[in-house]
């Protein structure tokens, strides 16, 4: 939050207190807070001011907090939501970012699931591929338990968005033609 003279960090509704922004301190110029989460999603949001109190900068992330040791790849689960660019906010041109996320038997995040999986389309609209980025290859590793591609629907035909790998044979989601 570089344009900003205080923040506020918050875990699920309840302050964690503020801080002053001073570029000799490190990391992050002394914007930095300690952090306990529960188990479960746990919600984290910043507010920054600037040096008339005025609210400059706001972000908030659900976290995923859980301590069980994830088990094997059970399924794939696909998501999609507006694709954001490099400053957080909407990209304004409809593009939407598919999510797959590697689950185990117990709906639990396979964060140790590394295999690469391969995105596939049809129907309307166009899927990023071949442009050497996370978000924009057919076929990727996971990392985390997570990989993406971004798509491009064509506003006249629904698509079919497919991802499998060699230890699951697939899952697809149908995208609208018009969704945002």
């Avoid at 490190?26 to 040096?51: C, Y």
């Avoid at 899927?127 to 006249?156: M, Y």
Wanted: charged fraction near 20%; glycine fraction near 12%; aromatic fraction near 4%.
């Amino acid at each position: 939050m570089h344009n900003t003279a205080r923040a506020t960090l918050s875990l699920n509704g309840i302050s964690l207190g503020d801080r002053e922004r001073d570029i000799t301190k490190f990391p992050a110029s002394g914007l930095t807070w300690p952090v306990i989460f529960s188990e479960g999603t746990n919600r984290l949001s910043v507010e920054g001011v600037d040096n008339k109190g005025k609210v400059v900068a706001a972000h908030a992330i659900d976290i995923e907090y859980v301590t069980q040791k994830p088990g094997a790849l059970a399924d794939i689960i696909l998501s999609y939501a507006p694709a954001k660019d490099g400053n957080g906010d909407g990209n304004g041109d409809g593009t939407l970012l598919i999510t797959a996320e590697a689950v185990d038997n117990k709906g639990l995040r396979c964060t140790s699931c590394q295999q690469r999986v391969y995105f596939t389309h049809g129907g309307g609209g166009t899927l990023a591929q071949n442009l050497g980025i996370p978000t924009g290859s057919k076929k990727v590793e996971l990392a985390n338990g997570i990989a993406a591609i971004r798509f491009k629907p064509d506003g006249v035909e629904a698509a079919i968005i497919g991802v499998q790998s060699p230890e699951h044979r697939g899952t697809y989601l149908t995208i609208p033609a018009d969704a945002k």
